[in-house]
């Protein structure tokens, strides 16, 4: 049966500690998207692991993009079934949970990918970043019960904005203890998998522990294949009534193409083409991680100002100008160099890049996941997220299998700027969300 236009009570906001304890998955899980995917395995893995074929690393990293791709692929096939299984069954919590320790686990066994031992860093990358990905949906199907959906950026924002202080703390021990990602430091760096894990394991033990599982169990008596299949169908066939959260995945699909790219190759970028130093690669560490929470906390209070979908393309802006200036640093700084008698470095000029890059990601990241809470009905909160699961992984598996063609045919440098026509692809697809009509849509709905 359609949805029913029968107003609703807004949702009063949680307590400050279960908003603190969902807020500390964001912090616990940064630790795996930082040490694993975006900095040091995704190095580690591509330089010493697979290694130069005398390609220029174009093996490698093509390598690491098919594995990313893999796991994502998986979770567009089945995150929405195990949101529509957590909404029936109320077991958003246990869901949870079980991604977690399967995270845990995976992340733990990196430690056994040696140089030579690509097939097994394929495997426990696709296994770990499928559980690590399919926990990112589960975490946020809790959001829209934390708060009205005018407080749902502020509280957004917070979480991610944490997530990066955790991503720093991380990092933080990373340089000073495991040092860098190279074959000569290859016996101590290979503790990042099990470091990463514990980190997780450690740091997300608040939010089990304060998080509310508010959700009605429906009656028993079908399995966990007639409920997803059910519910996916009866969705499927609501989407015409939440038009404007089926127009937003559309441009989310695109925006997060090109966020993917960046998480995966921004210091495969560093290293392959910047050339940069260990001690630059340490400050970008921080950087990135200072300026994304900035960028989060800063951009969910204007969200709640000014409206999701605006900070939405604002952030997108802010990723086109980023990315130009991640492909233009090289050539700019020679121009910079010869121009005014200068003798700068272009891994000196990546630093500045490095700031605006971290806005876009740290603000660009909350605002989407605001804005679907924002178009979320409670009831439909953990399937509705997990078809914002799938767009971002189907966005994933996109964007990461084209730049790692491109970047096997003109190189890594020229690539880059695929990001550039996915994020104004996504500008364009955005305008077309009427951000209250979503809303109403998500205020009014009720289920029969």
Request: overall charge positive.
């Amino acid at each position: 049966m359609l949805p029913s236009a029968v107003p609703v009570v807004k949702t009063p906001y949680a307590s400050r500690r279960e908003i603190f304890g969902w807020a500390m998955f964001d912090f616990a899980n940064q630790a795996y998207t930082l040490l694993i995917i975006t900095v040091v395995f995704g190095e580690l893995f591509t330089t010493v692991i697979v290694g130069d074929r005398n390609d220029g690393f174009r093996l490698a990293n093509f390598l690491w993009s098919l594995a990313l791709a893999i796991s994502y692929l998986m979770v567009v096939v089945s995150a929405p079934l195990c949101g529509a299984i957590m909404d029936y069954r109320a077991e958003k919590k246990r869901f949870l949970f079980f991604s977690y320790l399967a995270t845990v686990l995976t992340t733990a066994m990196l430690y056994f990918v040696t140089p030579g031992y690509v097939v097994l860093g394929l495997l426990l990358i696709v296994l770990s970043n499928y559980a690590y990905s399919m926990g990112e949906s589960f975490i946020a199907a809790f959001l829209p019960e934390l708060g009205p959906p005018d407080a749902l950026g502020r509280i957004s924002g917070f979480g991610w904005a944490l997530g990066y202080v955790g991503g720093l703390v991380a990092a933080g021990f990373t340089l000073m203890v495991l040092g860098e990602a190279t074959a000569d430091n290859f016996e101590r760096i290979r503790w990042v998998g099990p470091f990463a894990a514990g980190f997780f394991l450690v740091a997300a033990i608040p939010t089990f522990l304060w998080l509310k599982e508010r959700g009605v169990p429906q009656p028993t008596g079908v399995s966990y294949a007639q409920i997803a299949r059910q519910r996916i169908m009866g969705t499927f066939h609501e989407l015409r009534y939440f038009k404007d959260l089926s127009i937003f995945l559309v441009s989310l699909l695109f925006s997060m193409a090109g966020v993917y790219i960046i998480i995966a190759f921004a210091f495969i970028y560093g290293a392959q083409v910047i050339g940069w130093d260990e001690s630059i690669r340490n400050i970008m560490f921080i950087i990135v991680q200072v300026t994304a929470a900035t960028g989060a906390i800063g951009f969910g209070f204007l969200q709640d100002r000014l409206g999701a979908k605006r900070t939405y393309q604002m952030t997108l802006g802010l990723w086109v100008a980023a990315i130009v200036a991640i492909w233009a640093t090289p050539e700019l700084t020679a121009w910079l160099n010869g121009r005014f008698g200068l003798a700068w470095q272009a891994q000196h000029l990546f630093l500045w890049v490095g700031c605006l890059a971290g806005l876009s990601l740290g603000s660009s990241q909350s605002a989407s996941r605001a804005l679907v809470g924002v178009f979320s009905p409670l009831p439909k909160s953990a399937e509705f997220f997990g078809f914002w699961g799938l767009a971002n992984k189907l966005a994933g598996v996109m964007g990461i299998v084209m730049l790692g063609v491109l970047q096997a045919l003109i190189g890594l440098q020229a690539s880059i700027l695929l990001c550039v026509v996915l994020f104004i692809t996504a500008m364009l697809i955005c305008m077309f969300v009427n951000e209250r009509r979503g809303r109403d849509a998500a205020t009014a709905w009720k289920s029969s």
